[in-house]
Structure formats: structure tokens, C-alpha cells
């Protein structure tokens, strides 16, 4: 394990879901031995959003909903998202590909089916999953769906993440590099810049009040965990009430979701909602009727209106503070995408010499 020392330059790093865990790990192999990280947070593993979260993978993204309807809008052209959810997925690829993960330490590569009830073109992301095809009426058939409500169909494989898993990973691939972690509620990100020379606030719906951010708010999802041993594909319907259905396997169960509940804070569940998520993706899945409920809670999506927050704001002094949080229900899907910013953004004071004045 690495150690730091005054000779790095010091980056606080505030929030251990994935968005802080991944430019933690990204700030930690592009600037292996320029600088020390230190992670803070309240929560950690399992205790965060993103170890509740779906972590399906699409290189796609949906822009936000507004408060006033509380749910997530379709999909829009946004060539920086786009950018951040293809970078993210190459990643995802190299980790698979190349350094060997497996479902043991959080990602899956499944089948996936993803429904429509109208009629759309190839997207352009179908390039870069595995085996994309879009189904002939013949082969919706086949798979016990309705042809003439499924308009479109495609099938292709993509990851799953698995928070549980993964984060636990990142953070030994952290501290592997000498990263050090700290369970501590901040309440100022400027008392930080005595003791950091940059701060990155990856605090997600925190930023409401650590950066005073008003337009920063949860959108509640609502999510329930089935006992379906065996059962290795995602099936995804997302239609016009913009309540997405989803079935998404995880290592020791199989997620049903889900809702889009906009300006509340409560993560409790409702039996109604519960059982109306499970007839929903039974009947979208007919082979898991039967399947037991282990489980179910809601999370609270991080939305920022109009768009996530990735920028540089400087302080009294020169002290840089990155932001980077408001990624809504997309985090896993451009994580790397961010924090790949996100280091770019602090690369360009490294080579300013940030820390000259203070060491």
C-alpha cells in the first residue's frame, strides 16, 4: 500500500457513493504519486444511494424532470452527457475485458431487452454494446410478449453493477494507492481549504446545502427485491408515464423497479406501490410469478434542474473546489464520464502548481 506524504498535493474528496468513489479512483491512477486523496463522508458502503440503486448500464442518459411534475424526462441530445456515458461504458468494457472483473466484485455483463410501444430507429449507442438487434414481430412473439403492443424491441448485452460490490472494490483500489478514508460529516467545503489544496464535493443530494444549492432534489424511486435464483437477464420498459419497469439481476437477488416521485424525502415504501411493482414486472417477466419478496426500499435519485453540476469554483485564497453531483438516476451510467472531467479540471492546477503557495 502507498503512503502520502507533503510532497502530494492534498485532495479532499466529500461523498463515498460512486460518483466520489470513481474521481477518487480516477484522480488516484492518472496522478499516481502527485497526489494524496483523503475520502470523507457520513456514509459509506452499504449505507449509500448508490449501493440501492439498479446500476443498470445503457450508454444512453435521460435529461431531468422539473419539480413541478417530479419525474425524469425521455431522452434528449446533450453532447456532453452522451460524451460522459460513452467514456463511462469504454471503462466498464476495460475493467471487464482487460483487468478481469466478474460479478464478485460487482459487474455483470447480461442480456437485456429493452420495449417500446411505438416504433424507433437503431439508436446510436447500439454500436457500442455486444449483439445488438432489434427483434422482427416473429421473435417478440416467441419471448410470450405482445407484437402489437411492443412496437420495438432490441436485444442486446450490456452491465449491471452492483453496488454492493462494487463499491467495496473501488475503495481497496483506493487505499491499494494510498487513499485514505475519513467517516466525517462536513458542514463548511471552505473550512476544508486550510487543509486541502483542492476540494472535489461529490455530495450528491448534500449539495443542497453544503454548496447552497437550490436546485438540487430527490426524485424517489421506489424498488423491491425478489428471490429468482439463476435468473441473469435484464427487461426494461419505459413508455409514456415515465414510470420505468424494470427487472435487473443482481449477485444474490433480482431487483423489480420502479417509481419517479418527485420533492420528498421519505425513502419508506408502500405495500400498494410494492405490489403493484411486482405484478407489473411479473407480467412484463412472466417466468418469475411466484418469486419471493426479500425485500424492498426507495432511494432518493440526486436531480439537479436543468442539468448536473461539473465546474470549478474558486475560494478566498485560490483554493480550487470541483464540483461534480445533480447525476439523477444516471450516476452509474456516467460516473467515469465525470470523473474523468473531473480530473482534467484538477490536472490543469496541477500543472499551475496549486499547492506552491501553501507548502
Known sequence: METQTTQHTRVAVIGAGITGL???????????????????????????????????????FSSYGTRERGKQA?????????????VTYDHLHRLHDEEGLRPEDGLMLVPTYKYFEE???????????????????????????????FKTVWRFKTFV????????WMTRRVAEMGGRFET?????????????????????????????????YPVKGQVVA?????????????????????????TDCVLLGSTTEGDTWSTDTEPDVVEGIYKKCVGLVPQLAGSRIVGSWGCLRPVRHPELRVEVE???????????YGHGGQGY????????????????YLERGVKSSKL
Not at 462536513?186 to 448534500?206: A, E, H, I, R
Not at 474558486?314 to 461534480?324: A, D, K, L, R, Y
Request: net charge negative; with cysteine.
Open 22 to 60: 470513481s474521481v477518487s479512483l480516477c484522480l488516484s491512477r492518472l496522478y499516481r504519486g502527485r497526489v494524496a486523496i483523503t475520502v470523507m463522508a457520513e456514509r459509506f458502503s452499504p449505507h449509500t444511494t448508490s449501493d440501492s440503486s439498479g446500476g443498470l448500464v445503457i450508454p444512453s
Open 314 to 324: 474558486e475560494v478566498g485564497g485560490g483554493t480550487p473546489i470541483v464540483h461534480c
Open 184 to 216: 466525517r460529516k462536513v458542514t463548511s467545503l471552505k473550512d476544508l481549504c486550510g487543509d486541502f489544496d483542492v476540494v472535489v464535493n461529490c455530495t450528491g443530494l448534500g449539495s443542497r446545502d453544503l454548496a447552497g444549492d437550490d436546485e438540487v
Open 74 to 86: 425521455g431522452e434528449v441530445a446533450n453532447d456532453r452527457l452522451q460524451r460522459w456515458a460513452y
Open 333 to 348: 451510467i456516467l460516473h467515469w464520464g465525470t470523473a474523468m472531467e473531473v480530473a482534467g479540471m484538477v490536472g490543469r
Open 161 to 168: 453493477i452492483d453496488g454492493k460490490r462494487f463499491l467495496p
Open 119 to 149: 416504433s424507433y430507429p437503431v439508436p446510436e449507442w447500439a454500436s457500442h454494446v455486444i449483439d445488438f438487434r432489434s427483434l422482427e414481430a416473429g421473435e417478440v412473439t416467441a419471448l410470450g410478449l405482445r407484437a402489437d403492443l
Open 226 to 250: 425478489i428471490e429468482a435464483p439463476g435468473f441473469m437477464e435484464v427487461h426494461y420498459h419505459h413508455e409514456a408515464d415515465l414510470h420505468p419497469e424494470y427487472v435487473i439481476p443482481r
